[in-house]
């Protein structure tokens, strides 16, 4: 079974999924049904058809080789929650999260390093005939963004411009970055009070940010959670789990929006 979602502004994700795994992810997903508020990101907070080397996409064979794998990046501000906040992150919330869902997702191809695109400062680029990447106009941005976490350098591959004629081309600054290397998938996690953190009481919100161009899944994403909202309550446990699960799944692409195109088999 190979389900694929689309629709209009989102991406197809090809995650492969078996049927009784299909019933166990969208379980985890539909579990806030009524509540959820989640956002699909705007199309400026999402970079399409990044391009990954060809020679690093192989095929895998081995059921533990098909297995999705997640690299956790930790933002600065995780480290400035207190202790016990800080502790039930980074040692409980998402490293249980990320081995059930790398248990129950996998993946068409094996991509390594994974190595983001750089926004541009104007949020215009230009596609080159035979070229797969994309060229800023006039400059990259200065940072590069995935939701409110701010890229590291070594994440990110060089700058590629155009002139405003599009007559001149090339790259520009450093080199290439080494990447994420043994991941199919970059989650990017904080802590930050955010505006929306604010408006909307509530605990953790997350999206994808980048999309690779080979299959248009998501290679990377963020999960934000909400400082004053974190609670390291025994009784509260389970429900910041399943709270984080479920953001996790949406910065994989999923939302609630494309469920019903899933095929039934």
């Known amino acids: ?56 996409l192989t095929k895998r064979s081995s059921p533990d080789d098909l297995q999705l794998k997640i690299k956790i990046i930790y933002d600065h501000s995780v480290d400035q929650l207190p202790a016990d906040k800080r502790r039930l992150v980074k040692d409980q919330l998402f490293p249980q999260a990320i081995d059930y869902l790398q248990r129950t997702f996998s993946v068409r ?15 215009q ?59 199919d998938f970059v989650l990017y996690v904080s802590g930050i009070t955010t505006e929306r953190c604010g408006q909307e009481n509530i605990v953790a ?24 909202m974190i609670s390291s309550q025994p009784q509260e446990f389970e429900g910041m789990l399943s709270t984080v699960k479920h953001e996790i799944i949406h910065a994989l692409g999923f939302s609630a929006g494309p469920v019903c195109l899933l095929p039934r088999r």
């Open 125 to 183: 680029y230009l596609r080159k005939r035979d070229d797969p990447h994309r060229y800023c106009q006039d400059a990259c941005a200065d940072v590069t963004r995935c939701g409110p976490v701010v890229v590291p350098q070594h994440h990110l591959q060089q700058c590629k411009v155009c002139s405003e004629s599009g007559k001149t081309c090339g790259p520009l600054g450093p080199p290439d970055g080494p990447g994420v290397e043994g991941s």
């Open 1 to 56: 079974m190979e389900p694929r979602l689309s629709g209009d502004g989102k991406p197809s994700v090809s995650w492969f999924l078996g049927p009784v795994l299909v019933f166990s992810a969208l379980t985890v997903l539909v579990s806030c049904h009524g509540t959820c508020k989640h956002r699909a990101p705007s199309p400026d907070e999402v970079v399409h058809h990044v391009y990954l080397k060809p020679e690093r």
């Open 205 to 228: 919100y997350a999206a994808y940010c980048q999309l690779e161009a080979e299959l248009d899944r998501p290679i990377a994403g963020y999960a934000n959670l909400c400082p004053a």
């Open 109 to 123: 191809r094996k991509v390594g390093p994974v190595l983001l695109s750089r926004q541009c400062s104007t949020n």
